[in-house]
């Protein structure tokens, strides 16, 4: 048998590989990781139906991106999100499925006049959530408004 050597190569490209005592460096969860917070006001809970149940001001287009942090911000009363339908016009190209909290969440896209600048969260057994989405682009003097108006019912 041969004594291993300096380098590997892999991909084509010369590497050295790391040495069998060094520290994997560990992996850094959503929760360690310092970051911006969620932008979401909820309308409070009460005894007569809305048509909206909040606002949510996400900072890009990029589905992937912003659905799990809207996600993991949700009230566990909401339940599990197996789906979400979102505005097909104000996001960016997303696939019809993704894992979030090692869960698949179904994603679906409309182009519906009915609902432009929604997103819509459904949870088997607990029905259906629909929340006003600010456009990432808004500033804050102009959003403001709107995600008190999701605070306090009044969306």
């Known amino acids: 048998m041969h004594a291993p050597t300096d380098h590997t190569v892999a991909d084509g490209h010369l590497r050295r590989p790391l040495p069998r005592h060094a520290p994997v460096p560990p992996a850094r969860s959503r929760a360690t990781r310092p970051g911006p917070l969620l932008r979401l006001r909820l309308a409070p809970d009460g005894q007569v139906p809305r048509r909206l149940d909040g606002v949510w001001w996400p900072r890009s287009d990029d589905l992937l991106a912003e659905l799990p942090e809207l996600l ?84």
């Open 72 to 155: 993991a911000g949700l009230p566990r009363a909401w339940g599990d999100i197996a789906s979400v339908m979102v505005d097909g016009t104000a996001w960016a190209g997303s696939p019809g499925r993704m894992l979030v909290c090692n869960q698949v969440v179904r994603l679906r896209r409309s182009t519906a006049a009915h609902a432009p600048g929604t997103v819509v969260l459904m949870a088997p057994g607990r029905g259906r959530r629909d929340l006003r989405v600010v456009p990432p682009g808004t500033t804050e003097e102009a959003a403001r408004p709107l995600m008190s108006a999701g605070a306090d019912g009044l969306v």
